[in-house]
């Protein structure tokens, strides 16, 4: 089974949240003990990522329509993407470990930003 969802994803490189589109699914259950493992999968919707261009172009210009072509030739050339994958494991109905990886890429020509995230959590049984 998956489950797809859209919410607000962090901006990683400042400003407003952007919209992004999320999908959760049974990587591998095992009904004779109930372990199991999800995947959670995270990027940037991509009509969000437009829309945000054309308000940073728009700040940009000053909206006054100077240089407008000019602004839209670069912003064509920008991209930016978020790639999130978080495994979580779940035994004996307790979550006890997630790991969760995070890339967000901005490139123009000749220039990138790239965040990395890597976050590892466990839980261990009490002696």
């Not at 829309?51 to 930016?80: C, H, I, P, V, Y």
């Amino acid at each position: 089974a998956t489950r797809r969802d859209a919410d607000e994803a962090a901006n990683p490189f400042g400003g407003a949240p952007i919209k992004s589109n999320t999908m959760l699914r049974i990587d591998r259950a095992d009904p004779a003990t109930g372990n199991i493992r999800l995947i959670r999968t995270r990027a940037f919707d991509s009509d969000a990522i437009k829309e945000f261009l054309s308000r940073l172009a728009q700040q940009t210009s000053g909206g006054d329509g100077r240089d407008t072509q000019r602004l839209d030739n670069f912003l064509k050339q920008f991209t930016m993407a978020l790639d999130s994958r978080t495994e979580i494991d779940v035994e004996d109905g307790m979550t006890r470990v997630v790991r969760q990886e995070d890339t967000a890429t901005a490139s123009v020509p000749g220039h990138s930003i790239v965040k990395h995230g890597h976050k590892l959590m466990t839980v261990t049984r009490a002696p």
